[in-house]
C-alpha cells in the first residue's frame, strides 16, 4: 500500500501540472492576484486586491502560493497551481487507503473514479480553495473509518489540527463540512454520544477560530474589515444567491460523472441491505451515502451556491461507485451495468485519438487554436489507441483487465483535457495580449491606467494578473468623471461602454486598440492630445486596430 500511494501521489502532482497554460483566466486569475499583491506587500492575515483586504478568504492558499511563487520570483501558473496539485494528489492517496482498506481493487477503482470526474480534474489543475475543504474531508474520514475498524484512538486528536487548518485556508466552511461528516459517521453506527461530542467540539473550536479571523480582520483593517468578513463569509453567504435548493442533487449528475451515477445505482440497487448493514461493505455504501446526503443537505441551506462547493463529495462518490467493479458475482442491472461501462471504457482512447486528430484538421477553420498542446494530445492519444486496440483480446481474459481499460479510458479523458480543452479554454479568454499592447504604449508614452465602468473585481483582476506591474489604477462610473482625469490617462472600458459614451465626449478621446480582457471585448483610448506616438482617429482606429491585433492574437 505504501509503494501504491507513493506512486498514486506522484502521478497525481504530474498529471495536475503537466501542459498548464502561459497566463491566468477565470477564477484563476483572482487569486493569481492575491499572491502577487503579497510578493509586493507581504504576507497579511487577509489577500488584498490593490492594497486592500480581501474578505471573503482567510491568507491560507494565498500564503501556500506565495511560498511557492518565492522560490520562481514571480508568480506563474506551475508555482500558483501546485499547492493545489499536491492537495489534490493527498486526495487520491486517502481516497486509495480507505479503499484499499477493503480490497487494493477499490482503492484503485475509486482513484481511477476521480481522476475522471471533470469537476475534480479542472479543480486540481487550477488555484482551488475548496481542494483543501476536500481534503480535510476524507482525512477526518480515513481517521475516524481507521479508528473504528482497526483501532488507535489516539490518532483522532489530528481531527481538531485539521479541522483548524482548513479553516485556515476556507474560513468556516472549511471547518464546517469535515466536521458534519465525521458527526454523520457516528450517527450510522449509532454512537450518538460520540456525535454529540464531535458536534460541540466542533462549535468550541468553530467559535475559536472564528474570534481569531475576526480580531485578525480588526488588526488588518479595522471594524469595517470585521464587518465586511462576516458578511463575506457567513451572513452574505445565507442571502446572496439566486440558485433554487436543488441546485447541488442535479447539478452533481454532470459536474460528478461518471461516480455520481454509478453511486446512485449501486446505493439504490443495495439499499435494503444496506439500512440492515448486512455485510461490512454495505456498513460502507452507509458510510458513503451519509457522506455525501450531509454535504449536499447542508450546502443547500445557503443561498450561495457554486458547483465547486460540493468537491468534498467526489472521493464518496467514487468509493461508492467502485463497488460495481468489486463483486464480479454481481447479477441484474448491476453487472449488466459493469459490462457497459468496461465497454465504453475499450472504444474512449479511439474515439479520443479520433477527436484530437478532427481537431488539429478541422479546427482552424472554426478559428480554435491548435498548438504544441493539440499536436501532443492527438500522439499520445493515437498511441494509447493502438496500444488498447491490440491488447483488447488478452485484457478480456486478464483478471484485472477492467482496471486497465478504465485506466486506459481515463488517461485519455485527462490528455484530451489537457492538450485540447484547456488550451481552446485559454485562448478564447487570453488577456495577456491585450496587456502587452497596453504596456508597449505605456513604455513609450507614461501614463496612469483607468478603468470605466470595469471593477474593481471584475476584468480588471484578469488586466492587472497579466499586466503584472506594481501599479494602483483608477475606476471611474460616470463618463463626466473621464474629464476630469490626467491628460495622459489610458482609459480601459469595454466596447459598448466606449461606444454609448456622448458624442461630445468621444470626440476629445482617440481609441488606440481593441482587444479582449477574459471574453469581454474592451478598448483602450486616451485623449486626442495624448494617445500613440502616431495619432489615429476614431473610425481608422478600429480598422487599424482590428487588423493589427487579429494576427497577434492568432499566433498566439
Same mark, same amino acid.
Given at each position: ?55 471573503? $478568504? ?12 518565492? &522560490? ?56 482551488? *480553495?475548496?481542494? $483543501? ?25 489530528? =481531527?481538531? &489540527? ?13 471547518? =464546517? ?13 449509532? #454512537? ?8 460541540? !467540539?466542533? &462549535? ?31 451572513? !452574505? ?8 435548493? &436543488? ?48 454535504? *449536499? ?74 498548438? =504544441? ?41 485527462? =490528455? ?29 508614452? @507614461?501614463? #496612469? ?31 463626466? #468623471? ?68 487579429? @494576427? ?5
Amino acid at each position: 500500500m505504501q509503494r501504491d500511494s507513493a506512486l498514486i501521489f506522484l502521478s497525481g502532482i504530474v498529471l495536475f501540472t503537466a501542459g498548464l497554460g502561459s497566463e491566468f483566466v477565470s477564477m484563476q486569475a483572482r487569486f493569481a492576484f492575491f499572491a502577487q499583491e503579497m510578493l509586493r506587500y507581504g504576507p497579511s492575515f487577509f489577500p488584498t486586491t490593490y492594497g486592500l483586504p480581501y474578505p471573503d $478568504y482567510p491568507a491560507g492558499s494565498t500564503l501556500a502560493v506565495y511560498l511557492v511563487s518565492l &522560490l520562481f520570483g514571480r508568480v506563474i501558473p506551475f508555482a500558483a497551481v501546485l499547492p493545489t496539485a499536491a492537495v489534490s494528489a493527498l486526495i487520491l492517496v486517502v481516497t486509495y487507503q480507505i479503499g484499499a482498506m477493503h480490497s487494493r481493487k477499490w482503492g484503485l477503482g475509486a482513484v481511477l473514479l476521480e481522476l475522471s470526474t471533470y469537476l475534480f480534474l479542472s479543480e486540481s489543475r487550477s488555484i482551488s *480553495l475548496d481542494q $483543501y475543504v476536500s481534503l480535510a474531508t476524507v482525512l477526518s474520514f480515513y481517521l475516524v473509518y481507521s479508528s473504528g475498524l482497526c483501532g488507535g484512538k489516539k490518532r483522532l486528536w489530528f =481531527i481538531p &489540527l485539521i479541522l483548524t487548518a482548513a479553516f485556515f485556508f476556507r474560513g468556516p466552511i472549511g471547518m =464546517i463540512i469535515p466536521a458534519a461528516v465525521v458527526c454523520g459517521y457516528y450517527l450510522w453506527r449509532r #454512537e450518538f454520544r460520540n456525535s454529540l461530542l464531535m458536534a460541540g !467540539g466542533t &462549535l468550541f473550536l468553530l467559535a475559536a477560530c472564528g474570534t481569531a479571523l475576526l480580531g485578525a480582520a480588526y488588526l488588518q483593517g479595522g471594524e469595517d474589515l470585521v464587518k465586511r468578513v462576516i458578511d463575506a463569509q457567513a451572513a !452574505g453567504r445565507m442571502v446572496d444567491g439566486r440558485e433554487s435548493h &436543488l441546485f447541488y442533487w442535479y447539478r452533481c449528475l454532470s459536474s460528478c460523472a461518471v461516480s455520481c451515477p454509478l453511486a446512485i445505482l449501486v446505493v439504490g440497487a443495495r439499499f435494503r441491505r444496506i439500512l440492515k448493514r448486512e455485510t461490512p461493505d454495505d456498513t460502507f455504501l452507509g458510510y458513503m451515502a451519509c457522506w455525501v446526503l450531509i454535504v *449536499l443537505i447542508g450546502m443547500s441551506v445557503p443561498a450561495a451556491k457554486k458547483a465547486r462547493y460540493i468537491l468534498p463529495i467526489v472521493p464518496a462518490l467514487a468509493l461508492a461507485a467502485s463497488w460495481v467493479f468489486i463483486d464480479l458475482s454481481l447479477k441484474g442491472v448491476l453487472a449488466e451495468t459493469r459490462k457497459a461501462v468496461v465497454r465504453i471504457c475499450s472504444f474512449i482512447p479511439l474515439s479520443a485519438g479520433l477527436a484530437a486528430v478532427a481537431f488539429l484538421v478541422f479546427g482552424p477553420l472554426f478559428r480554435l487554436h491548435a498548438g =504544441i498542446h493539440s499536436v501532443v494530445a492527438a500522439g499520445l492519444l493515437t498511441g494509447l489507441a493502438v496500444i488498447v486496440w491490440a491488447a483488447r483480446r488478452r485484457l478480456k481474459n486478464y483478471q484485472n483487465g477492467d482496471m486497465t481499460l478504465m485506466a486506459a479510458a481515463v488517461a485519455a479523458f485527462i =490528455i484530451i483535457d489537457a492538450g485540447i480543452f484547456e488550451p481552446v479554454e485559454i485562448d478564447r479568454q487570453r488577456t495577456m495580449p491585450f496587456a502587452e499592447k497596453l504596456l508597449s504604449l505605456q513604455q513609450g508614452r @507614461p501614463g #496612469e491606467v483607468v478603468f470605466y465602468r470595469i471593477g474593481p473585481d471584475g476584468e480588471d483582476i484578469k488586466f492587472m494578473v497579466n499586466y503584472n506591474r506594481p501599479i494602483t489604477p483608477v475606476f471611474v462610473k460616470s463618463p463626466e #468623471e473621464l474629464l476630469g482625469r490626467q491628460k495622459d490617462s489610458y482609459f480601459i472600458a469595454r466596447k459598448q461602454d466606449f461606444e454609448q459614451l456622448p458624442e461630445a465626449i468621444k470626440k476629445q478621446m482617440n481609441l488606440c486598440f481593441q482587444g479582449r480582457i477574459g471574453h469581454k471585448d474592451c478598448v483602450v483610448f486616451t485623449f486626442q492630445d495624448f494617445g500613440p506616438n502616431k495619432p489615429i482617429g476614431m473610425r481608422t482606429g478600429v480598422r487599424e486596430a482590428g487588423a493589427a491585433s487579429a @494576427p497577434q492574437e492568432s499566433k498566439r
